[in-house]
């Protein structure tokens, strides 16, 4: 069997969705051993995984997307984020090749991917937010925009490729070649290339209808369903008492200064609905626990989301697939990253709604999430989907064939 290394961008929202599928290749007797966030470690260690944490130096760059007044510039800085940790995982995966097989690579850690992709061994990237691969029945990624198929919306599409994908790939295609000609790659003309033409191997955790259907998915990508995954954790001693229905809230694992989401969810607690929030990001001190209210830092999403009448989220691919494969409504409001592409997929999907966070305040709030229980069904629907998709035995089974395939041909 092979030796498996994993890298991570240093956030739970990129580790936790890959668990299931490390966890299938560890049961196929293979030895995974896991880069990460530094808090996440112990945890590996104890479910059983080799793990260390990434370069500190790359860890303490820290995404300050929150501090943008716009959507196109929380995109520069985001991806300024990722060049900024590219050449210290670059050093890192490169350093421990001699220790790997294989290498399985987060699709924001560009450095590391550089290093897997000259490092003559079989390699996948994989992605767990809506990727921005181009495709003529798609949008352009970044803004959350409605897909069209009529001369409307294809003239629409164009001019925002134009405008606002072709000034970022400007900024951030320069760094990025530059780290790839020194280490003898071709140069990138565009994210797609990197997306779905620099690994042989693309793993895309999500399913159709919740992403948009398509007709020119790249042959290197696979769509394999959501990692729905949770630290082992008991399920809160309230939950069995309470009768009202339960609103699940949350906030973003990575600070994004969308405190609000919490302060204006829990204003509806004690009218109709229990609440409980995870801050996640966000000190719970801030906020203020009315009476039918429970705030957490962090909660365990499972049981939770067994007794949920809707989840009230910022849009995070996490927590909203998490929610929809429990075929819990979602009401996604968006303050950033890829949160308007995710909460458009809710509402295109008929799955829960999306409300803007300009737009955020009680009354909203309560109108937005009964709209979105009323669209249940449709959560049930991308349920059943999630259900049908290949899983973390199909993704796992992806990275064999990879590995199996390459050493074939070495072989020959």
């Not at 394999?224 to 082992?232: M, S």
């Not at 809707?310 to 996490?318: E, K, L, P, T």
Request: glycine share 8%.
């Amino acid at each position: 069997m092979s030796r498996i290394l994993v890298y991570t961008s240093p956030s739970r929202g990129h580790l936790y969705p890959l668990v299931p599928t490390l966890e299938a290749l560890r049961e196929h007797g293979h030895d995974v051993s896991i880069r990460t966030l530094a808090s996440a470690v112990p945890m590996l260690l104890e479910l059983g995984f080799g793990a260390a944490a990434v370069d500190e130096r790359a860890e303490r760059i820290q995404n300050d997307d929150w501090r943008a007044r716009t959507p196109i510039g929380a995109q520069r800085r985001d991806v300024a984020t990722y060049v900024q940790r590219a050449p210290y995982e670059l050093a890192e995966v490169r350093g421990a090749i001699d220790e790997a097989d294989a290498l399985l690579i987060d699709c924001t850690a560009w450095g590391a991917a550089i290093a897997a992709e000259t490092s003559g061994r079989p390699w996948a990237m994989f992605g767990h937010f809506p990727l921005p691969i181009a495709s003529r029945d798609a949008p352009p990624y970044g803004l959350g925009l409605a897909p069209r198929r009529d001369n409307l919306g294809r003239a629409r599409d164009a001019l925002m490729r134009r405008a606002v994908l072709a000034p970022l790939e400007r900024m951030v295609l320069p760094p990025l070649n530059e780290l790839r000609s020194r280490e003898g790659l071709r140069p990138l003309s565009d994210a797609t290339q990197f997306f779905a033409g620099t690994a042989p191997l693309v793993l895309y955790y999500t399913a159709e209808p919740f992403e948009y259907r398509r007709r020119d998915w790249p042959p290197s990508v696979r769509l394999v369903g959501p990692g729905v995954w949770d630290p082992p954790s008991d399920p809160p001693a309230w939950l069995d008492s309470i009768e009202r229905p339960l609103l699940l809230v949350t906030c973003s694992s990575e600070f994004q200064d969308d405190g609000k989401l919490a302060r204006v969810s829990l204003q509806l607690a004690g009218g109709g609905y229990e609440v409980a929030v995870t801050t996640a990001g966000v000190d719970p001190g801030e906020v203020p626990v009315p009476a039918g209210a429970h705030v957490e830092r962090f909660l365990p999403h499972r049981p939770l989301l067994e007794r949920a009448a809707c989840v009230v989220c910022h849009g995070g691919m996490g927590i909203t697939q998490k929610a929809l494969a429990a075929g819990v409504p979602v009401c996604a409001v968006p303050f950033g990253r890829d949160q308007f592409e995710v909460a458009r997929r809710v509402e295109v999907a008929g799955a829960g709604v999306r409300l803007p966070a300009g737009r955020l305040n009680p009354r909203r709030l309560r109108r937005a999430i009964e709209a979105a229980i009323a669209r249940r069904p449709g959560a049930q629907a991308i349920a059943a989907a999630f259900r049908a998709a290949a899983g973390a035995a199909g993704a796992a089974q992806e990275i064999e064939s990879l590995i199996t395939s390459r050493h074939h041909a070495h072989a020959r």
